[in-house]
């Protein structure tokens, strides 16, 4: 084997050594792509969970600070993930389709009618309807519905939606659903995507930290477990009739996470526990609905 500006005698046994490196990173780019869905899950997981360790620890006292910053940042380990694998399988391409979906907006007037209005119409009803809710209701005001546009604004960007939907989204439900078919593969992320939330429920923000136990955690989890899988069924319907839009998942997770903002503080009774499970009640009868009229199949048509 003749190695440019080398020495053209070189034993076999050293080219063959120059040829296995010169080879590596392509066979590493193969066993990626071979089992992308692994590696994909289990980097989405591993960046989150580590970068959420000292925002957990901080709350149960263990180490001093504010480490506030740091969840909301840890919210972007599936995005990060996905950004990280679909650069390394397809390279540049591959980013600019998937920034692509990002942006399209183009998904039809009845589509923007079910995520601005019907979704959240859902979250509010399947709150009211729960024991006490109504009993303080303080009324909604002009300003709260003015600032609702703003309260999604800001929270698609930094609580959770935009990072966690290029990689949920973008990344898995595209090669769950033709492996699996849409309603098992739909349920093989919705369980995940439950189980990537749990360092969560070691804090205040999904009703733990100190002073509260395993009583606490079989409460809340079970009802935050029931309301993930339910939205995962619907953002799969929705998914699939706005051909494969990143928007339109990145708006209709956020239907979730805004009004948290936006519904929680004219409703005195309604808490983050409380408003999940309302989420839970208005999503899961969605779901049950879309399961029914669609057969299972959730919009999808298999590429020929």
């Not at 051909?243 to 009774?269: K, Q």
């Amino acid at each position: 084997m003749k190695i440019l500006g080398g020495d053209s005698t070189k034993t076999s046994g050293q080219s063959v050594a120059l040829d296995s490196v010169t080879v590596g990173p392509n066979r590493l780019r193969t066993i990626i792509r071979t089992h992308s869905l692994a590696f994909y899950f289990i980097l989405a997981f591993l960046i989150t969970w580590v970068v959420m360790i000292p925002y957990t620890l901080s709350v149960w006292g263990i180490i001093p600070g504010n480490w506030v910053i740091v969840e909301y940042l840890s919210s972007f380990g599936p995005t990060l993930a996905a950004i990280t694998l679909v650069g390394t399988i397809e390279g540049k391409p591959g980013l600019q389709g998937l920034w692509k979906r990002v942006r399209d907006w183009r998904i039809g007037w009845p589509w923007f009618l079910l995520i601005f209005v019907a979704m959240p119409f859902l979250v509010l009803v399947g709150s009211i309807v729960q024991p006490g809710a109504l009993a303080d209701f303080l009324g909604m005001s002009a300003q709260t519905v003015v600032q609702y546009p703003l309260y999604f604004l800001i929270v698609a960007v930094v609580g959770g939606p935009l990072g966690e939907e290029i990689g949920w989204r973008g990344f898995a439900l595209p090669r769950l659903q033709p492996r699996y078919g849409p309603l098992w593969g739909t349920l093989t992320l919705g369980v995940l995507w439950a189980c990537w939330h749990l360092e969560l429920f070691l804090t205040p923000i999904q009703g733990g930290g100190p002073g509260t136990g395993w009583s606490t955690f079989f409460t809340n989890f079970p009802i935050f477990f029931v309301f993930v899988v339910a939205l995962a069924i619907v953002m799969t319907w929705v998914f699939n009739h706005t051909r494969g839009s990143l928007f339109a998942s990145i708006c209709v997770h956020n239907d979730v996470d805004a009004p948290t903002y936006a519904l929680i503080p004219p409703f005195p009774a309604v808490g983050r526990t409380t408003l999940i499970l309302g989420a839970a009640i208005g999503y899961g009868a969605l779901a049950i609905l879309i399961l029914i009229r669609t057969y299972g199949r959730l919009g999808y048509q298999p590429s020929k």
